[in-house]
């Protein structure tokens, strides 16, 4: 007698239903998905008992007949395949033919549906698998679904549900995809008899409109637009991000989809991630909306049975594109961003500046320390727009982390009469003096001080530099920018060849172990063109001879930790975007240890030279660790604090 036999059809469709239905949301999902298919332009999904009692989805699409109706319920019956040739081509949502019997044999179904110009529709009633009514009955054009007592007849699936909560927020994730997928559509949801979304069909504004809806953000909320098209591939990205600082809530997460499918894509939301390096905090995750279309026959969407993943052909290109998109999107937003705080301003680039391969302010072995000195230029007595290029690059790499460390006495002590103290710690401070006859606002020898639209108001806790803006209050983290504005020019002279270096007066001989060593011979070209210089003495001593210009203030054992520290093997792997983002670690560690510190005082001389230099990069909102540089605060939220709205 033969072993093997075949399968009873409804045990066939029970087992099918252990991969399409796993919990009430992908019953939510598979009947969604067909709606839209068939056309519908509004879409009402009511929901009980967190999905397992009721789940009902009510359209407006081009409506069954008895005959298709009943074939809906076979296994494999599909309207959207006809070929094989279609299988490589798929523009439906889908096409399987298995989640309408899937979900009828373990739950008891009813469809009812009507063609539009025809004056009866029909009902058919299933109970776990099998037909127990058909007739004709008068409806509304459309089709309505209704899906009782999930799981009823296989209680060993049912009792491993959810509590009713967690079910019902994966229903709503499954329909806010749809509905940014689909801002045509409008949609409504309720559970229990409770309006839970509800969304008119986005006519204006599309999917930017209906992202802020889902997000609950207000219209004023600044999104990054991503748009990129590849013509050889004809792989084509849009969409929106939330900024990076950005408050990441249930609702704020990425979402994919792929020519019109949601799906989870561990290469997609890695390239994401890899365009906002040096944006993201960490532990925040990319957050918004990213469409990604290309031809059918370059994804496969065959790859799972509830049709959540897929494969691209060309996975590298896709990736690429979409790192890239996301960079020039951050770039548009931190001009926008600029243009809003600092105003139209005629100040040329950083990155339109020439570098230099040696800067002029190295100091040769011959030279003394304080004949150096004595040459300096002073940064703060000129505006540094006005300066050239080579003046102004000795200036953000020699002067101002060293002149700010050790900050000279301001005019507003001077003012003030206090006697200021040889060494000054963090809160060893002379309140700045404010004048009478300008209303109680800081003021300077009578000249208001300030870059672009920004009039410097004063320094909160030593750390926050605190301006006028053109609508409100716009507050700065003094540490978090020039951090940025330092990391954005080690990029840049380490991109061009080598980073600026300062000559040691005294050489430096230090004794490493045989991991260091290591590092020292197999990374000794990146750590060259990081300036830093150190050479084989014998043995297992080196001599340090320089470092990175910015960083003369910081003791080279600091330097270098950071260095064998991104280096050693908890650095991450040795792949070229590895290696990458180690580089990235190390020189956004050199640029926190070369700028101002929080809880530093600063002249206002030195609060403009850095919002001069900030108005002059191309890149400052965020630090090179993800923390935001510029919180505004616009005059009406202002005056809500205080009542006078």
């Known amino acids: 007698m033969s072993q093997i036999r075949i399968l009873p059809e409804n045990l066939a469709n029970q087992i099918a239903a252990g991969e399409v239905v796993e919990r ?127 799981f009823g007849n296989v209680p060993a699936r049912k009792k491993f549900l959810k509590t009713p909560r967690t079910e019902l927020s994966h229903i709503e994730e499954v329909l806010r995809g749809y509905a940014l997928v689909r801002p045509e559509l409008a949609l409504n949801y309720s559970v229990n008899g409770r309006e839970v979304i509800s969304l008119p069909a986005a006519v204006s504004g599309g999917i930017a409109a209906r992202l802020r809806s889902i997000l609950g ?34 609702s704020a997460n990425l979402r994919v989809f792929v020519n019109g499918r949601p799906v989870r894509d561990r290469l ?9 390096r040096n944006y993201l905090m960490k532990g925040r995750r990319p957050a918004g909306v990213l469409y990604v279309d290309l031809p059918p026959v370059a994804v496969d969407v065959n790859v799972h049975p509830a049709k959540q993943e897929i494969r691209f052909h060309k996975a590298n290109a896709v990736h690429r594109l979409i790192v890239t998109a996301v960079g020039e999107a951050m770039t548009e937003f931190q001009n926008d961003l600029k243009d809003s705080v600092f105003g139209a301003l005629s100040s040329t680039p950083l990155s339109q500046r020439p570098l230099t391969a040696v800067p002029p302010m190295a100091i040769p072995p011959s ?27 000795r200036i953000s790499t020699e002067l101002i982390a060293p002149a700010l460390s050790e900050p000279e006495p301001s005019r507003f002590e001077a003012a003030s009469g206090a006697a200021v103290p040889e060494a000054r710690k963090p809160r060893d401070r002379v309140p700045p003096a404010y004048s009478a006859t300008a209303g109680g606002k800081l003021a300077e020898a009578a000249e208001e001080v300030g870059t672009g639209r920004l009039r410097i108001i004063g320094q909160l806790l030593d750390t926050y530099i605190l301006c006028e803006g053109e609508d409100g209050l716009v507050a700065i983290d003094q540490h978090a920018a020039q951090e940025r504005l330092i990391f954005e020019r080690l990029k840049r002279e380490f991109g061009a060849g080598r980073v600026a270096s300062q000559a040691l007066l005294f050489h430096l001989t230090m004794e490493f172990g045989l991991d260091e060593i290591s590092i020292l011979e197999d990374s000794a070209e990146e750590i060259a063109r990081m300036g830093i210089d150190i050479r084989e003495f014998g043995g297992n001593t080196y001599v340090l001879k320089a470092v990175p210009a910015v960083m003369s203030k910081v003791p080279p054992e600091e330097i270098l930790r950071g260095v064998f520290d991104q280096f050693s093997g908890a650095g991450g792997g ?50 090179p660790h993800g ?12 005056k809500k604090w205080f009542y006078r709205t």
């Open 24 to 150: 009430p949301a992908s019953v939510v999902k598979e009947l969604v998905e067909n709606s839209i298919d068939a056309g519908a332009a509004n879409l009402t999904v009511q929901v009980e008992g967190g999905g397992a009692s009721l789940i009902r989805v009510i359209d407006d699409g081009r409506g069954m007949d008895q005959d298709d109706i009943l074939l809906s319920l076979e296994r494999h019956a599909t309207s959207k395949l006809v070929n094989v040739e279609q299988l490589n081509q798929i523009t439906t949502l889908g096409f399987r033919g298995e989640a309408v019997p899937s979900i009828a044999s373990v739950s008891r179904l009813s469809i009812t549906s009507r063609l539009p110009g025809v004056e009866l529709g029909n009902r058919v009633e299933v109970r776990f698998g099998k037909v127990v009514k058909v007739h004709e009955m008068g409806c509304r054009v459309g089709t309505v679904v209704e899906m009782r007592d999930l």
């Open 217 to 250: 953000c207000d219209s004023g909320q600044k999104l990054v637009g991503v748009g990129a098209l590849s013509e050889d591939n004809g792989v084509s990205i849009s969409g929106y991000l939330l900024p990076p600082d950005h408050f990441s809530g249930q």
């Open 268 to 276: 997609i939301t890695h390239a994401v991630a890899e365009g906002l």
């Open 367 to 393: 030279e003394s320390t304080a004949t150096s000195e004595k040459s300096l230029v002073d940064p703060f007595e000129q505006n540094s727009a006005d300066l050239p290029g080579d003046v102004y690059d």
């Open 574 to 623: 040795r792949g070229r975007g590895d290696l990458a983002r180690r580089l990235d670690n190390i020189l956004s560690g050199m640029a926190c240890k070369a700028a101002i510190k929080a809880r530093q005082l600063l002249s206002a001389a030195e609060m403009k030279g850095l919002l001069d230099e900030m108005a002059a990069n191309n890149v400052f909102s965020h630090c």
């Open 627 to 638: 923390r935001p540089v510029v919180r505004k605060f616009p005059a009406a939220e202002v």
